[in-house]
């Protein structure tokens, strides 16, 4: 996620995408009507790509391994390349991540083809939906959650990972202790340069304009997000949307 992304903050949070246009790649199959978009991203090792079809019914995904790759087919097709570093999946775009920038010109034609097989395979994404489960964002509004909890997970899912995602990449919360959010990044935003800047000056600046009692926003890792506790499924007997319009929105 580039700092450009976020330009400017304005008054009741609103804020503007950065003028310009992204350049846009497009490449279409010989063969079959699939028709893939190429967007860069603020990480140079990473694009992102739109096949113009479905991805993930719901969520997504984020393999940074082979070995993790393995339960998805398209996913697992893609790292089978040499220099393929990272593919995170969206509900209707993929970040590919290879190792070095440089190998980009040399990967990406192997790449869409991936893809086009892929498809034209007609496979699902995952092998076995039941057991391999969507990343899990962490905005689903709990009983147990204070009303400061409620107001940054709705900030996070609303305004914040639509820009996120625009770039390639996601963000989960994590957690808030102390005045503390915590955050994981996923896709692009993982290892890129900027991504540390954008979240003092993009999200933290945000988070803290809507809710004093934020003192800072902190980046946790994969490894971190896997030792916390996974809280129960537990949603409030009202909706979201009017657990939010009771605490003023």
Not at 8 to 17: D, T
Not at 211 to 217: T, W
């Amino acid at each position: 996620l580039s700092v450009f992304g976020w330009l400017r903050f304005v008054r009741m949070g609103n804020y503007c995408k950065p003028s310009g246009h992204k350049a846009l790649i497009a490449w279409r199959s010989p063969m079959r009507s699939i028709f893939v978009q190429t967007q860069p991203t603020p990480n140079p090792k990473s694009k992102k790509l739109l096949p113009g079809k479905q991805v993930m019914d719901s969520g997504s995904m984020d393999f940074r391994t082979k070995e993790e790759a393995k339960v998805s087919p398209l996913a697992r097709r893609i790292f089978a390349l040499n220099g393929v570093d990272g593919v995170f999946l969206g509900e209707d775009f993929l970040s590919v991540t290879v190792d070095d920038e440089k190998n980009w010109p040399l990967l990406q034609a192997d790449i869409f083809t991936a893809i086009r097989e892929f498809y034209e395979e007609g496979r699902p994404i995952l092998d076995d939906p039941s057991t391999n489960k969507p990343n899990d964002a962490g905005t689903t509004i709990l009983e147990s959650d204070s009303s400061t909890v409620c107001l940054i997970k709705d900030l996070i899912e609303t305004r914040i990972r639509p820009t996120v995602q625009d770039d390639g990449g996601d963000i989960a919360y994590r957690g808030y202790e102390n005045g503390i959010v915590k955050v994981e990044l996923l896709g692009s935003c993982v290892g890129c340069p900027s991504s540390s800047v954008t979240l003092k000056q993009g999200v933290q600046n945000m988070l803290m304009h809507y809710v004093p009692e934020i003192m800072g926003v902190e980046e946790v890792s994969e490894e971190e997000t896997a030792e916390v506790i996974e809280e129960k499924d537990q949603v409030v007997g009202k909706s979201d949307f009017e657990r939010l319009k009771d605490l003023g929105f």
